[in-house]
T-cell receptor, first 118, second 119 residues
């Protein structure tokens, strides 16, 4: 039944060692997002894909990259993780919402990947 | 730019009682959507309820209802008959509609409220 799947649930990496987090979806949604959530804080949007169009947030560090090879999969690459990158990383999907149609267009979240940096 | 404010870092409620979680927002967008999500300790964000700024009636979803006061820019979540399983972090979030009247869900979150339900 899982609709947005993130692997792994827990990821440990070393300082400076590249790491990739993965997300897949069975909803066929056209929009996919990556959020970073540090302990007891609100999720912060890093970037999102609208179909194949990549949209980076202005304050997302260059250290964070993303790939979306097809509709179902999206990856988050952290090129050189620092201690400050330890966080929960949440993947989410949505359909484009049409105001007149009044579809909610809510975000469906995965369970997240908890990243630790040693 | 949008801003969501949740002024209650933590709330306590007795089991079976009702509780209100506050949310105010600030936006210059003429139309937008408001959401509440629940995040238990497991980390998954669970959608609870949605309110469109153009909706005339307050949204309800089972034990959840949204007290939407557009003029005051507030969207408080009311949980009736609290259960032990309601203990979690609760986030209020907002997404604007663009000039074309569509949006694809770029949510801005508040800081969250930790709800603890006592037996």
């Amino acid at each position: 039944d899982a609709m947005v799947i993130q692997n792994p649930r827990y990821q440990v990496t070393q300082f400076g060692k590249p790491v990739t987090l993965s997300c897949s979806q069975t909803l066929n949604h056209n929009v996919m997002y990556w959020y970073q959530q540090k302990s007891s804080q609100a999720p912060k949007l890093l970037f999102h894909y609208y179909d194949k169009d990549f949209n980076n947030e202005a304050d997302t560090p260059d250290n964070f990259q993303s790939r979306r090879p097809n509709t179902s999969f999206c990856f988050l690459d952290i090129r050189s993780p620092g201690l400050g990158d330890a966080a929960m990383y949440l993947c989410a999907t949505s359909r484009q919402q049409h105001k007149q149609g009044r579809r909610e267009g809510k975000l469906f979240f995965g369970s997240g990947t908890q990243l630790s940096v040693l | 730019a949008q801003k969501i404010t949740q002024t209650q870092p933590g709330m306590f409620v007795q089991e079976k009682e009702a509780v209100t979680l506050d949310c105010t927002y600030d936006t210059s967008d003429p139309s937008y959507g408001l959401f509440w999500y629940k995040q238990p300790s497991s980390g998954e964000m669970i959608f609870l309820i949605y309110q469109g700024s153009y909706d005339q009636q307050n949204a309800t979803e089972g034990r959840y209802s949204l007290n939407f006061q557009k003029a005051r820019k507030s969207a408080n979540l009311v949980i009736s008959a609290s259960q032990l399983g309601d203990s979690a972090m609760y986030f209020c979030a907002m997404r604007p509609f663009n000039a074309g009247g569509t949006s694809y869900g770029k949510l801005t979150f508040g800081q969250g409220t930790i709800l603890t339900v006592h037996p």
